[in-house]
């Protein structure tokens, strides 16, 4: 088990670090030494989608005024002849970007004459995540980047361990050595790539504001998943002290249970009442509850995804609710909703029946309270700005 320290009371205060990178002061994220309140959006195909759907979403990202973009390091394929197989259905013709048809794309790969993971470092590779970064930081936009999905549907973690010939699919990736030894291998080469487009490398790159370790990682047993948490934050932190890092968890229940591991900078949470069994208001209530936490852990915490059916009638109603208590409440580092989306290549916004979580820049009310919203944070964290240097900082 990693160690994990009982929650402690306040620090005496310190200025935070002015530097151009994102870094933390108690409960508040900040940059420059000033407070940084994240407003932010997530996508799923910005790492392999085309270059005009990738700057069609960091645009609309501009419009909403969001200044944080997360992100997910995929897809991770099997052999390219074939001979290990890939687990989800890769180069899907039928459907576009947003519904996971990735192209040609692939950052990971089974290579079946070396016996071992590869990386595809060109053009339908890494060479896609250089671009990302480049026309975000064009934007002065922020990225939280997750090295990992733990989910199939890209591949993630799912396909990493089906290269071993695994079917096991909570434990034997945070614990094979061979698993562990290739998710290091490519954290290791992400955040030492140097990027041509702005000759930085990764790892110097203020436009990218965290790491995260994994989405929802969801490693059985618990302590399985906070021993591993633990051992990859402090090799990502040995490789890269510029960055914060987070674990990118759900972190519902056991509520924030990783938020004291000291090699994690910042805690997340990831929300959808309908999910829950919560209603508007009980949601509501539990967002300060995750606030609390994060003042008793003197830690910023993220709500990094969270998603209402538009087709509810209180839908507009419920956000416009959610994202005024986040900002007002000085213990709450921001919000990231699930998830923004915009128009694909073929013309069209994409197909959301299910779910019914995307947003889009269409002037809808959903839309219209997320964009108040982003300026009105603005203005409710600087009219109770306390002066920098009074700000409470982690141990």
Known sequence: MPLLLPFAPAAAAAPPPVTPFVSTAGTAFTVDGRPFFVTGVNNHYLTFASQGEVTRVLDDAVAMGANVVRVILQPVVGSRDGSVPTVWNWRNPAADASNLNVGQADLLYWDAEKHAMAVDDGPNGMQKIDFLIAEARERHLRLIIAFLDFWDYTGGAQQMRAWYGSTDKSTFFFSDPRTKRDYKTWVEHVVQRVNPLTGLAYRDDPTIMAWEL??????????????????????????????????????????????????????????????????????????????????????????????????????????????????????????????????????????DRHDQFDVHNDASPIWNVLKAATARAVQIRESNRVPANSLRRTP
């Open 214 to 351: 994994m989405n929802e990682g969801n490693a059985s047993p618990e302590s399985l998943r906070l021993d591993w948490t633990a051992e990859m934050s402090a090799y990502v932190k040995s490789l890269d002290p510029n960055h914060l890092v987070s674990s990118g968890n759900a972190n519902v229940e056991p509520k924030l249970a990783d938020l004291t591991i000291p090699t994690l900078d910042f805690g997340t949470w990831h929300g959808y009442p309908l999910y829950y069994g919560l209603s508007v208001r009980q949601f509501d209530k539990t967002i300060t509850e995750f606030c609390q936490i994060a003042g008793r852990v003197q830690k910023p915490v993220l709500l990094e995804e969270f998603g209402y059916a538009r087709s509810n009638r209180d839908s507009a109603e419920a956000y416009a609710m959610w994202v005024d208590t986040l900002a007002r409440d000085p213990d709450c580092g921001g919000w990231l909703i699930w998830r923004l989306v915009s128009l694909q290549d073929h013309g069209r916004y994409p197909d």
